[in-house]
Nanobody
Framework: VQLQASGGGLVQPGGSLRLSCAAS????????MGWFRQAPGKEREFVAAISWSGRGSYYVDSVKGRFTISRDNAKNTVYLQMNSLKPEDTAIYYCAASSRRLGSIVDEYDYWGQGTQVTVSS
């Protein structure tokens, strides 16, 4: 599976962005998908994950109520809608695919996209 993330950019605090992650291959619908982020000088951290069917999802506490993960298996794409953005959301955002359980650990994910920069600043 090859993943291509897009949709990042510069946004003011309180603004919104929608990230997309397009996957190649016909087996996309069999993978659980996740979004992670990495700020300068920090380790990569889990943001959100969604099950292969789209029926299950969960989030890190810091984004609950603000971010929504979704997927469209017909389009081989997973999304991350980010609302009420804060400066601390600034990071490179990565999408990832996992053939294992729906998880939040970096090592549980088999394939990674190249990342898209999100900057929240006035």
């Amino acid at each position: 599976v090859q993943l291509q993330a897009s949709g990042g950019g510069l946004v003011q605090p309180g603004g919104s962005l929608r990230l997309s992650c397009a996957a190649s291959g016909r087996t996309f619908s069999s993978y659980n998908m996740g979004w992670f982020r990495q700020a300068p000088g920090k380790e990569r951290e889990f943001v959100a994950a969604i099950s292969w069917s789209g029926r299950g999802s969960y989030y890190v506490d810091s984004v609950k109520g603000r971010f929504t993960i979704s997927r469209d298996n017909a389009k081989n794409t997973v999304y991350l809608q980010m609302n009420s953005l804060k400066p601390e959301d600034t990071a490179i955002y990565y999408c990832a695919a996992s053939s294992r359980r729906l998880g939040s650990i970096v090592d549980e994910y088999d394939y990674w996209g190249q990342g898209t920069q999100v900057t929240v600043s006035s």
